[in-house]
């Protein structure tokens, strides 16, 4: 709730139009309506209805910002021109159960200003003002104690005496903003009127609803319901503008026309919703290619109302595009059949997505646009992955003909933010890639691998120690490589006074000089100090992996290739490289979001050298790396 909406709830007074988003009050807007002849007309023809003396009351419902209020208010103009008073009275964002006759206790509160608390009592036989005292402390002793109902019944009659008597001077509009928000007592007393209208000549009664906010077992479907029964109550729905309103309104806006390109894209970003147009087009013209804060805030309300793993859907199907298929949000989100229609239910209900052929679209592609732009990079990259993964493997998740493309586009989308490389072989090598601003792969080359071995504990230093009788410099390749698990073993023998173990010797033999291959065997085994030296090499390669992903902030995310990872993947698995890889204090949560893979495809070399060869660097996006994730 703002602090606005706190103060006009304090103070009673009715709500000004247009109060959706009061941060974007100092925006443009149109000095005239823009289209709506055929919904004016309709409130016209309502209006001669009623000063010919027949009962009239108009339902305006239609999503938020397209124009409700602004049309009302327009028509309010119109009318009061013509002799009418117009009393606007708006419903408080405070959920159906809040403050009772909110909107009406608002009119109240303005009438009084205008004329007077004792001219207001005045309009009541006897000038008996007990059940409207109730709403408004200054009309005199309000009704307490008594029975409750009788009391309702009492204020609900003065209510009506009140606009009777008004009636008699000059045709009233009686506009009731918001319904959607109106609390109970409102709603009946909001069908009360409506029912006795007859006996009110010359009042029209105006409410307007946001129509997607109403799901199912929303408390004012009922009551729209009785009031469609109802002979002299229409219901409007205001639809989105057109494309040529919407090119109309932003000429409006700008004081002159827009160019066509720029038309079109106001357009297609706004889908016609006039408080989106106003809130994309920005002073200088241009349609923003940002989604402003307070639009992005209002297009979230409804998301954040929902369920977490509803949610946690919408974030999915946010990465899949305008419409996603049952299908492939199950397969992404993980979710079996049962579980994903139970996840999207709440949204449809509530009215963020739309069923659409066999899948699901956004009500308004800004709503998939914001609750995208609300994905943590890591779980943008991953997402995104998931999508391309997932058709590569099953084709027929996506329409005929649409797997390349969707599959090109998701591999862009997923490596929009740099991607680390490491590779443990031969030697440790390491890289970065990032996107240029033609969204070409670049892959920028380093010599990591021969950076400074930086031990983290009493174990890895005794490591280092051992190292440095041997080499001048140890660089992490000395430890990070095949040689480097060989190193290790030795290192940790030396540290325990024991020779390099005649059995691993021995297996390195069979495995032809393969001493990487024989620890790992020997390992696996359960030979103690291979196992020890094992673990000890995959938390070497985890906390290197972390290095290198802090220094290329990789959200885009973190691929371990090279000869050893397949080979050694269970121990990659089992939680130490992952511990080694986040253990970086504070920067934890950083390295959290970046999902860290296992290139197993063995042509990565193959297919890096073609790819140099070729004189292009897409070599990644193009790799089908059926990657493992390191949990
Ligand atoms: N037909 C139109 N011509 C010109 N401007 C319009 C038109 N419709 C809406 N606008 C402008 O778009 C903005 C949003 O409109 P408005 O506040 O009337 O929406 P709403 O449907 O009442 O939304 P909410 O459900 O949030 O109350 C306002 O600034 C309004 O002036
Ligand atoms: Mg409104």
């Not at 495809?601 to 059926?626: F, K, M």
Request: contains cysteine; charged residues 25%; hydrophobic residues 45%.
């Amino acid at each position: 709730m703002t602090a606005r909406t706190i103060a006009r709830e304090l103070s009673g007074m009715s709500a000004p139009r247009g109060t959706l988003i009061p941060e974007m009050s100092g925006r443009a807007s149109s000095p005239v309506l823009v289209g709506r002849a055929e919904q004016m007309a309709a409130l016209e023809a309502a209006f001669v209805s009623v000063r010919q003396g027949g009962p009239s009351a108009v339902l305006l419902g239609g999503e938020a910002g397209v124009g409700k209020s602004r049309l009302v208010s327009d028509f309010g103009r119109t009318a009061a021109s013509a002799g009418a008073r117009v009393l606007t009275g708006g419903c408080l964002e405070l959920g159906t159960d809040g403050l009772p006759f909110a909107p009406f206790t608002a009119v109240l509160r303005d009438l009084v200003h205008e004329m007077g608390a004792d001219a207001v009592a005045s309009m009541l036989p006897g000038r008996t003002t007990r059940g409207l005292a109730r709403l408004l402390p200054e009309l005199g002793e309000p009704d307490t104690g008594g029975d409750p109902a009788e009391a309702r019944a009492r204020l609900f009659e003065e209510v009506l005496r009140a606009l009777e008597h008004l009636t008699r001077h000059s045709p009233v509009v009686l506009v009731i903003e918001d319904a959607h928000w109106a609390d109970r007592s409102s709603r009946d007393l909001l069908m009360f009127l409506i029912g006795n209208q007859r006996s009110l000549s010359g009042l029209l009664l105006v409410v307007t609803y946001r129509s997607d906010e109403l799901h199912r077992t929303h408390p004012l479907r009922p009551l729209l319901a009785s009031l469609d029964r109802i002979a002299w109550v229409e219901r409007i729905e205001v639809q989105r503008l057109t494309r040529q309103d919407t090119s109309e309104l932003a000429t409006r806006i700008l004081g002159r026309e827009p160019a066509e390109d720029l038309a079109e894209a106001l357009y297609h970003r706004s889908e016609g919703n006039p408080l989106f147009v106003e809130a994309l087009l920005c002073c200088d013209g241009e349609v923003s290619r940002e989604l402003p804060e307070s639009l992005r805030d209002l297009l979230l309300e409804s998301v954040r109302r929902l369920p977490e793993d509803t949610q946690e859907v919408l974030r999915v199907a946010s990465a899949g595009g305008t419409t996603t298929g049952h299908s492939l949000l199950r397969v992404v989100s993980g979710l079996d059949d049962a579980a994903l229609t139970r996840a999207v239910r709440p949204a449809v209900i509530a009215n963020v997505l739309h069923p659409s052929g066999d899948g699901y679209a956004f009500r308004h592609e800004l709503i998939r646009e914001a609750v995208h732009d609300d994905l943590l990079p890591g779980e943008h990259g991953r997402l995104h992955s998931r999508f391309a993964e997932a058709i590569d493997a099953d084709p027929a998740l996506v329409p005929p003909g649409r797997a390349a493309i969707e599959m090109a586009h998701h591999w862009h989308s997923a490596h929009d933010s740099p991607w680390a490389l490491i590779g443990a072989g031969t030697g440790l090598g390491e890289a970065i890639a990032v996107l240029d601003a033609c969204g070409q792969w670049e892959v920028l080359p380093t010599e990591g691998g021969h950076s400074s071995f930086s031990p983290r504990n009493e174990l890895e230093i005794g490591i280092l120690r051992f190292l440095l009788r041997r080499y001048e410099h140890v660089s992490w390749e000395r430890v990070v490589s095949g040689e480097g698990l060989v190193n290790v073993v030795e290192a940790l023998a030396h540290d325990g006074g024991a020779q390099l173990p005649a059995r691993v010797a021995e297996l390195a033999l069979r495995a032809r000089g393969d001493a990487p291959a024989a620890i790992t065997a020997a390992a696996r085994a359960g030979d103690p100090l291979c196992k020890r030296a094992l673990e000890t090499f995959c938390a070497l390669y985890g906390a290197e992996t972390g290095n290198l992903a802090l220094k290329a902030l990789s959200t885009g995310g973190v691929y371990v290739a090279g000869g050893i990872a397949p080979k050694i993947l269970p121990e990659l698995q089992d939680g130490r490289f992952r511990a080694a890889f986040l253990g970086k204090g504070r920067m934890r949560p950083l390295l959290e979001a970046m999902p860290v893979q296992v290139v197993l495809d063995e042509r990565i070399t193959v297919l890096g050298a073609a790819a140099l060869a070729a004189g292009s660097a897409t070599l990644l996006p193009q790799t089908r790396h059926t990657p493992a994730t390191i949990p």
